[in-house]
Structure formats: structure tokens, C-alpha cells
């Protein structure tokens, strides 16, 4: 079963723009009081109208979607200037009024990630929280030669993961990291790299069977501090997409206490 979300009923306002040539579109929710710096969630890939149904009746968050095409790369290039964040940032800021927000959470589906790993490397002390949806990868080297073969991770492009994730073991950001069971072939997997970041971490990966969103089935965790490690079932494209449609639940992980 494959559920699926949308908010084409979710009320609110909708401002869009172009940023880098890429699709930005600003939601603030109906209920949005306005009264408070909100907590902003910048959400990389993916339509709109699923990343904003996980928002759709919060007073306190405002979304961006940021839609920049097909491979991580496109992604990554978005924020090869260091100005871009602030740039984006103050966009915001003016659209919604405000001078500057509670937190900053980033959120990426699938190829999303690799605007993540650019920020990291970048921005990290301004990252409260992130979330990652099925989209965690590295190359083999040398390069489509995997694991069983005797091929090796790149572990210098998932340093900057595993170091936000060390500070969310701490206590000091929160992370949380969901993946399924696809086993691409040419670049690792998103099981292969979770791994790395668990067992770098000193941590293990629990066994588990329980219900997850949208009718997805959780298989696996690893939760240490504030880092939530989540594995589920499935090696299909509707199930890689469900992942995405999750976001509410997976959102509400890590800002709790932020409605």
C-alpha cells in the first residue's frame, strides 16, 4: 500500500521565485500567527504540494521547496557560493516581514541531499535540525565498483553528515535519517551509508517490525541523543517515493515541541 499526500487543500499563501534559475516557492500555512519568529524548513526535492502537506496546519513553521532537476549535483551546485544561504535567507525574511527565524531546519528527498552536504560544509552552526529522506550516497572507489567486489566508500563526501550527526548524538542538533532497502549498483546505497555513520558512530543498528507512515513498514533503528537512524522495507521506486510523502511524520520527529 502506497499512500499518498497532497496540499491542494492545505490553505495558506504561496509566493514563488526564482533562485539560481531554480523554482523556490515560499508556504505559510493558514494558521501561521506571524506573532513569533517561525521555524523555517527548506525542503529540496520533491513538488510543493506533498513537501507542504507536512506543514499544512502548523502555526509556528513556514516551508521552502526548492525544486533544482535531476542528480544531487544540480543540487550541490546551488550553494557553491557562499553568499547564496544568506541570500535566500533575507528573500524570506522580507516576503514574510520578520528579522530572522526560531531554527533552521533543512530537509532533502533523494537527490535533496546533495544541497544538504553543500550547506554543511558551509553552514553548519546555522543548521538546527535536518532530516533526510531516503537520499544518503557516496561513490565507490574506484568509481561503480562495489562493496563485495572490493570497492570502498567515499567517506570524504559523507563527512559532513557524520560530524552534524556526532553533534545530534550530543544533543547539541537533531538529525534524522530515513532509508530504504534500493541497492543502485554504480554509487553506494542508502543502507551502505547509513552504516558507515552508525558503525563510525560506535552505534548499532536495532532490529525492529512496526508500522511506519503511510503504510510503510519500519525494519530497522538506531537512536542515540538526538539522531534517529530509521530503515524500512522496500526496493521500488513507490517505495523510495514514499519516503517523501512520510515527511509529516518524519518532520514532527525532530520538531517536536514546534507545532
Do not use: C
Given at each position: 500500500?502506497?499512500?499518498?499526500?497532497?496540499?491542494d487543500r492545505c490553505p495558506g499563501n504561496r509566493i514563488k521565485w526564482k533562485f539560481q534559475d531554480k523554482s523556490v516557492q515560499l508556504f505559510i500555512p493558514q494558521d501561521y500567527s506571524g506573532s513569533v519568529k517561525p521555524h523555517l524548513i527548506i525542503h529540496f526535492h520533491g513538488i510543493p504540494k506533498v513537501s507542504e502537506f507536512a506543514i499544512c496546519q502548523k502555526a509556528s513553521q513556514v516551508m521552502l521547496t526548492i525544486t533544482g532537476g535531476s542528480g544531487s549535483s544540480s543540487y550541490e551546485k546551488l550553494f557553491i557560493r557562499?553568499?547564496?544561504?544568506?541570500?535566500?535567507?533575507?528573500?524570506?525574511?522580507?516576503?514574510?516581514?520578520?528579522?530572522?527565524?526560531?531554527?533552521?531546519?533543512?530537509s532533502g528527498w533523494s537527490a535533496g541531499y546533495g544541497a544538504i552536504r553543500a550547506l554543511l560544509k558551509q553552514y553548519e552552526d546555522?543548521?538546527?535540525?535536518?532530516?533526510?529522506?531516503?537520499?544518503?550516497?557516496?561513490?565507490?572507489?574506484?568509481?561503480?565498483?562495489?562493496?563485495?567486489e572490493g570497492g570502498q566508500l567515499d567517506t570524504v563526501s559523507l563527512e559532513p553528515f557524520f560530524k552534524?550527526?556526532?553533534?545530534?548524538?550530543?544533543?547539541?542538533?537533531?538529525?534524522?535519517?530515513?532509508?530504504?532497502?534500493?541497492?543502485?549498483?554504480?554509487?553506494?546505497?542508502t543502507t551502505e551509508c547509513t552504516e558507515y555513520i552508525i558503525k563510525k558512530s560506535g552505534?548499532?543498528?536495532?532490529?525492529?517490525?512496526?508500522?511506519?507512515?503511510?503504510?510503510?513498514?519500519?525494519?530497522?533503528?538506531?537512536?542515540?541523543?538526538?539522531?534517529?537512524?530509521?530503515?524500512?522495507?522496500?526496493?521500488?521506486?513507490?517505495?523510495?517515493?514514499?519516503?517523501?510523502?512520510?515527511?509529516?511524520?518524519?518532520?514532527?520527529?525532530?520538531?517536536?515541541?514546534?507545532?
Open positions: 500500500m502506497h499512500e499518498r499526500v497532497s496540499a557562499t553568499e547564496n544561504l544568506p541570500d535566500l535567507l533575507n528573500r524570506t525574511s522580507k516576503e514574510l516581514d520578520i528579522n530572522g527565524f526560531s531554527s533552521l531546519t533543512l546555522r543548521i538546527d535540525n535536518i532530516v533526510l529522506l531516503d537520499g544518503l550516497h557516496t561513490s565507490y572507489i574506484p568509481e561503480k565498483k562495489v562493496l563485495f552534524f550527526a556526532q553533534k545530534a548524538v550530543k544533543g547539541e542538533k537533531r538529525m534524522l535519517i530515513t532509508h530504504g532497502s534500493i541497492f543502485p549498483g554504480t554509487y553506494a546505497s552505534l548499532k543498528r536495532t532490529p525492529v517490525l512496526k508500522p511506519g507512515p503511510i503504510g510503510m513498514q519500519q525494519i530497522g533503528e538506531t537512536l542515540s541523543g538526538n539522531l534517529s537512524i530509521l530503515s524500512y522495507v522496500g526496493n521500488t521506486a513507490p517505495d523510495h517515493i514514499d519516503h517523501l510523502h512520510g515527511l509529516a511524520y518524519f518532520l514532527d520527529k525532530v520538531l517536536i515541541t514546534h507545532k
